[in-house]
C-alpha cells in the first residue's frame, strides 16, 4: 500500500544487500520486496537511534554524526526485508541531517 490516509507513505526501507533508504513509497510489488521509493535517501550510517523502528519514530538524537547521502528522484530496490513507516518528527529528523558526500 502506497497511502496511508490518502497521503503517499515516507518510509525507511532495509534490503538484504543493498543498504537502507527512506523515501516516500511510491509502489510495491505484491510479494512486497520490490520498492520504489522517490526522493530517497541512502542511510549510510546513523547514530542517536538505537534501531531503524527509533530512527523512523523518533529521529536521530545526533544528527551530526550521521551520513545519510544525497537524495535520488527515483530508486526501484529488490530484496526488501523491512520497511518502516516514519513518524512526522522522524521524517523532520532525516531529512535535516546533512548531506554527506565525499
Not at 530508486?75 to 531529512?95: C, F, W
Request: aromatic share 8%; hydrophobic share 45%.
Amino acid at each position: 500500500m502506497a497511502k496511508k490516509n490518502g497521503v503517499k507513505r515516507y518510509v525507511i526501507v532495509r534490503t538484504y544487500s543493498a543498504g537502507v533508504f527512506a523515501g516516500t513509497l511510491e509502489s510495491q510489488s505484491a510479494n512486497g520486496k520490490r520498492i520504489v521509493l522517490s526522493d530517497a535517501r541512502r542511510l549510510w550510517y546513523w547514530r542517536g537511534a538505537a534501531s531503524l523502528s527509533q530512527l523512523a519514530a523518533t529521529g536521530t538524537s545526533k544528527p551530526t554524526d550521521c551520513k545519510f547521502a544525497v537524495p535520488v528522484a527515483r530508486i526501484e530496490v529488490t530484496e526488501a526485508i523491512e520497511i518502516d513507516d516514519v513518524t512526522e518528527a522522524g521524517r523532520k529528523s532525516i531529512e535535516a541531517v546533512a548531506l554527506w558526500t565525499a
